[in-house]
């Protein structure tokens, strides 16, 4: 079993629709959440982070975060062309040495 | 943007020669990481440091080996290339966690 898995898609949404990307992983104690986003020849970049349960809101992003179902996602509202890039789920897990597990990415079309 | 080079940018080897990727930092961050990303696979941790000599194996340790001596300086070593490890690599940085930064990428072909 992977650490951290996501639906690798694509996800294909037209414009101002709301994309939904979702996250699972596989250890209970981890701590740290982020969502990075990456777009093609380019390298990732953070979007959002998320420590505890619950949402966070910044502009048209918000993540969510169930740690009883070990389950983060991402909700981008009124989605854009420039939208269209590979979302990268990552977590840091239990132990105190920073190991950041990345999955596989969700590649994202948002169709004009 | 975040001091972190990568070099080379671009190479092509052999299969069964030496390769070392560096990944040099100015922003004294104590966590550097090194990826390699493969299409459907994501970016999977190969290495990782967290600090002067203190460095962990990744999912996808196998054939590579690491160094840090010194704060600035992560070097990914592999030691007898193979085709399999035709990829991207990326090296990233942070300070506390909350954040982590790439490189640009450095793109290696065996061939």
């Known amino acids: 079993q992977k650490e951290v898995e996501q639906n690798s898609g694509p996800l294909s949404v037209p414009e101002g629709a709301i994309a939904s990307l979702n996250c699972t992983y596989s250890?209970?104690?981890?701590?740290?959440f982020f969502w990075y986003r990456q777009y093609s020849g380019k390298s990732p970049e953070l979007i959002m982070s998320?420590?505890?349960?619950g949402d966070k809101e910044d502009g048209r992003f918000t993540a969510q975060l169930n740690k009883a179902s070990q389950y983060v996602s991402l909700l981008i509202r009124d989605s854009q062309p420039s939208d269209s890039a590979t979302y990268l789920c990552?977590?840091?897990?239990?132990?105190?040495?920073?190991?950041?597990?990345f999955g596989q990415g969700t590649t994202l079309q948002v169709k004009p | 943007d975040a001091g972190i080079t990568q070099s080379p940018r671009h190479k092509v080897t052999e299969t069964g020669t030496p390769v070392t990727l560096r990944c040099h930092q100015t922003?004294?961050?104590?966590?550097m990481y090194w990826y390699r990303q493969d299409p459907g696979h994501g970016l999977r941790l190969i290495h990782y440091?967290?600090?002067?000599?203190?460095?962990d194996k990744g999912e996808v340790s196998d054939g590579y080996s690491v160094s840090r001596s010194k704060t600035e300086d992560f070097l990914l070593t592999l030691e007898s290339a193979t085709s399999s490890q035709t990829s991207v690599y990326f090296c990233?940085?942070?300070?506390?966690?909350?954040?982590?930064?790439f490189g640009q990428g450095t793109r290696l072909t065996v061939v």
């Open positions: 990233a940085i942070s300070d506390t966690l909350t954040e982590a930064f």
């Open positions: 250890d209970r104690v981890s701590q740290s």
């Open positions: 998320i420590y505890s349960n």
């Open positions: 990552a977590v840091i897990g239990s132990s105190n040495t920073g190991k950041l597990i």
């Open positions: 922003e004294n961050h104590r966590y």
């Open positions: 440091s967290y600090g002067v000599k203190d460095t």
